[in-house]
């Protein structure tokens, strides 16, 4: 779970955390430095949680938020025995996709994700919840930066969609990144004050 938030939202989440671990589930917290892109964190996270081949992993980052609860994808996930799954969610807002990473489409394939679109392929905006088979590992050691310097969860993502093995859930009800920008934090927590989430 990539984190880049301050010491009291640390300690609340490793609270949480200590309570979750009963149920016999393994949660790592990576922190990103001031100015670390988030997409830095996941590859960091990945590689301090391998616990050698076999191993699927969700990746959660910690400021995306969605008002219904996420057990139908993984519940879609688990069936799907391998390849990854990522979540979708449908924005009426153009302008707010050009800032996100898009799917583009066809006949209910992914056929490629692009990271901040001028020109959008889709109205859906990529969440910031991903599932992977075990072939992650072998892919993310041959991860390279982008041109801005970065390791891209798209690119991750866009390796699965090459070898056709990307599916996807549309989510339902709302859905925000509190990390987007200050007003998407502001936006994000007005709406679970006012409505709640993981419902």
């Given at each position: 779970m990539p984190l880049d938030h301050g010491v009291g939202t640390v300690r609340s989440l490793l609270r949480a955390i200590s309570r979750v671990s009963a149920w016999g589930l393994s949660i790592t917290l990576a922190i990103a430095a001031t100015g670390c892109k988030v997409t830095n964190a996941d590859v960091d996270t990945w590689k301090g949680t391998r616990k050698g081949p076999g191993k699927m992993v969700a990746v959660m980052l910690a400021d995306n938020i969605f008002e219904r609860s996420i057990r139908p994808a993984?519940?879609?996930?688990?069936?799907?025995?391998?390849?990854?799954?990522?979540?979708?969610?449908?924005?009426?807002?153009?302008?707010?996709?050009?800032?996100?990473?898009?799917?583009?489409?066809?006949?209910?394939?992914?056929?490629?994700?692009?990271?901040?679109?001028?020109?959008?392929?889709?109205?859906?905006?990529?969440?910031?919840?991903?599932?992977?088979?075990?072939?992650?590992?072998?892919?993310?050691?041959?991860l390279e930066p982008s041109a801005r310097g970065e390791l891209e969860i798209t690119d991750v993502n866009n390796w699965y969609v090459g070898r056709d093995a990307m599916e996807y859930d549309v989510v339902e009800g709302f859905w925000g990144d509190a990390g987007e920008s200050i007003d998407a934090y502001y936006e994000v927590n007005d709406y679970v004050r006012q409505n709640g989430a993981n419902k």
């Open positions: 993984v519940e879609s996930f688990e069936g799907q025995h391998a390849g990854a799954r990522i979540v979708l969610a449908e924005l009426d807002d153009p302008q707010h996709l050009i800032h996100l990473g898009v799917p583009e489409l066809d006949n209910g394939r992914v056929r490629r994700i692009v990271e901040k679109p001028q020109t959008p392929p889709s109205p859906y905006a990529v969440t910031g919840l991903y599932f992977y088979d075990a072939a992650v590992w072998d892919f993310l050691p041959t």
